[in-house]
């Protein structure tokens, strides 16, 4: 069996996911397990995460894996119907639909099938990504409203570009402009990603319209803080109160001495500088671990963490042992987790947790834990 694998913890999801609702409440909570869950399971996570109102998805075979696992919460496609027959099978599964462009409007006109949709009009506030116009919102509106396959009533959604900034005001300027779009129409809304669930309440507000007290709902988003990761850059899921899903890890296979003066592993990127003790972990970019990576990167070697030693290969990785030389062929090595955060990894990688944890390859073993 393969010494690399990621444990991946259900009550830590479990955990993560109340401490979402406690950030955001009041709000109905969409759980984001799109990209394998990211790169923690898709079904098994989605089950860790049943408490949940709604689970948010890119694509149907995603949403498919989700209904096989038997799980009937309401299942968004963030990307909407990419050709026609993605509404058939919305349909048949009951799927909630994302509609961000003219395109997708057309497939709705032209659809003749018994489905009728529940669906998610995004709009452009600024993160010119996907999104309709705002000003085209009132004829969007009245567009839909006019079909018979168009459930009512409507939800609105946009995308935040920068809340991850705690300094940038696009946040708010993004929420001003959603908020003066659709002021005083009565539909649910969602803007709030895992930034704004942890550091921009106004993303929380639940509309305010006479007459459908308590009817509405403001659905939050969390994506990468379900997974104990931090979205702000110098900040670890734990400042957060947050704990990581993943222990990703693998075992020393082989200890041995090199001379002053002698390099170790491909390129003779790292030279003893005195006498050292080298071990070698069974885990590389094969695995998912970034390849340039190297001479300084922490691991864990059992207790102690020690720096690689020399460029990371396809299946192997090689860190200094010399002030820790009780290590053993069989230790297990941590690349990262709860007592080294990928967040660390991710600031060595010039790069961000979600890409590390979406990376993890299928030859590593997913093993799931309470």
Same mark, same amino acid.
């Given at each position: 069996?393969t010494?690399?694998?990621?444990?991946?913890?259900?009550?830590?999801?479990?955990?993560?996911?109340?401490?979402?609702?406690?950030?955001?409440?009041?709000?109905?909570?969409?759980?984001?397990?799109?990209?394998?869950?990211?790169?923690?399971?898709?079904? @098994?996570?989605?089950? =860790?995460?049943?408490?949940?109102?709604?689970?948010?998805?890119?694509? !149907?075979?995603?949403?498919?894996?989700?209904?096989?696992?038997?799980?009937?919460?309401?299942?968004?496609?963030?990307?909407?119907?990419?050709?026609?027959?993605?509404?058939?099978? =919305?349909?048949?599964?009951?799927?909630?639909?994302?509609?961000?462009?003219?395109?997708q409007l057309?497939?709705?006109?032209?659809?003749?099938?018994?489905?009728?949709? &529940?669906?998610?009009?995004k709009f452009?506030?600024?993160?010119?990504?996907?999104?309709?116009?705002l000003?085209?919102?009132?004829?969007?509106?009245?567009?839909?409203?006019?079909?018979?396959c168009?459930?009512r009533?409507?939800?609105?959604?946009?995308?935040?570009?920068?809340?991850?900034?705690? =300094?940038?005001?696009?946040?708010?300027?993004?929420?001003?402009?959603?908020?003066?779009?659709?002021?005083?129409?009565?539909?649910?809304?969602?803007?709030?990603?895992s930034?704004?669930?942890?550091?921009?309440?106004?993303?929380?507000?639940? @509309?305010?319209?006479?007459?459908?007290?308590?009817?509405?709902? &403001?659905?939050?988003?969390?994506?990468?803080?379900?997974?104990?990761?931090?979205?702000?850059?110098?900040?670890?899921?734990?400042?957060?109160?947050?704990?990581?899903?993943?222990?990703?890890?693998?075992?020393?296979?082989?200890?041995?001495?090199?001379a002053?003066?002698?390099?170790?592993?491909?390129?003779?990127?790292?030279?003893?500088?005195?006498?050292?003790?080298?071990?070698?972990?069974?885990?590389?970019?094969?695995?998912?671990?970034?390849?340039?990576?190297?001479?300084?990167?922490?691991?864990?070697?059992?207790?102690?963490?020690?720096?690689?030693?020399?460029?990371?290969?396809?299946?192997?990785?090689?860190?200094?042992?010399?002030?820790?030389?009780?290590?053993?062929?069989?230790?297990?090595?941590?690349?990262?987790?709860?007592?080294?955060?990928?967040?660390?990894?991710?600031?060595? =990688?010039? !790069?961000?947790?979600?890409?590390?944890?979406?990376?993890?390859?299928?030859?590593?073993?997913?093993?799931?834990?309470?």
């Amino acid at each position: 069996m393969t010494p690399t694998r990621a444990r991946i913890s259900q009550s830590a999801l479990a955990a993560n996911l109340a401490r979402a609702r406690e950030s955001a409440p009041g709000c109905r909570i969409i759980a984001v397990v799109k990209a394998n869950a990211y790169g923690h399971g898709l079904a @098994p996570v989605a089950r =860790a995460l049943a408490r949940t109102d709604a689970y948010a998805v890119a694509r !149907t075979e995603e949403a498919l894996i989700l209904r096989e696992a038997g799980l009937a919460h309401p299942v968004i496609l963030l990307e909407g119907p990419l050709v026609a027959e993605d509404l058939d099978v =919305a349909a048949r599964f009951h799927l909630d639909v994302v509609i961000h462009s003219p395109e997708q409007l057309r497939m709705l006109e032209l659809y003749r099938g018994s489905g009728r949709f &529940n669906l998610w009009l995004k709009f452009e506030t600024g993160m010119n990504r996907l999104g309709m116009p705002l000003a085209e919102a009132p004829v969007i509106l009245r567009q839909l409203q006019s079909l018979a396959c168009v459930a009512r009533p409507l939800k609105l959604m946009s995308h935040l570009a920068c809340a991850e900034e705690r =300094a940038n005001p696009m946040t708010r300027t993004q929420v001003s402009r959603f908020l003066r779009a659709f002021n005083g129409l009565a539909c649910d809304h969602s803007l709030a990603n895992s930034a704004g669930v942890l550091a921009w309440p106004e993303t929380q507000a639940v @509309p305010d319209i006479p007459g459908h007290e308590g009817r509405l709902s &403001n659905w939050v988003r969390p994506g990468v803080m379900l997974y104990g990761i931090s979205p702000f850059a110098d900040e670890t899921g734990a400042d957060h109160r947050l704990t990581p899903a993943m222990e990703f890890e693998t075992r020393l296979i082989a200890i041995k001495r090199v001379a002053r003066g002698e390099s170790v592993g491909y390129g003779a990127q790292w030279r003893a500088e005195r006498e050292s003790v080298i071990g070698v972990a069974a885990a590389g970019y094969g695995d998912g671990y970034p390849r340039h990576l190297g001479n300084g990167t922490p691991v864990r070697v059992g207790a102690h963490v020690v720096p690689l030693a020399g460029r990371i290969s396809m299946d192997l990785m090689t860190v200094d042992l010399t002030l820790h030389p009780g290590a053993r062929v069989g230790d297990p090595v941590t690349l990262w987790g709860r007592d080294l955060p990928v967040e660390t990894i991710a600031r060595r =990688a010039g !790069t961000i947790g979600y890409e590390l944890v979406c990376g993890i390859t299928q030859r590593v073993h997913m093993v799931i834990e309470d």
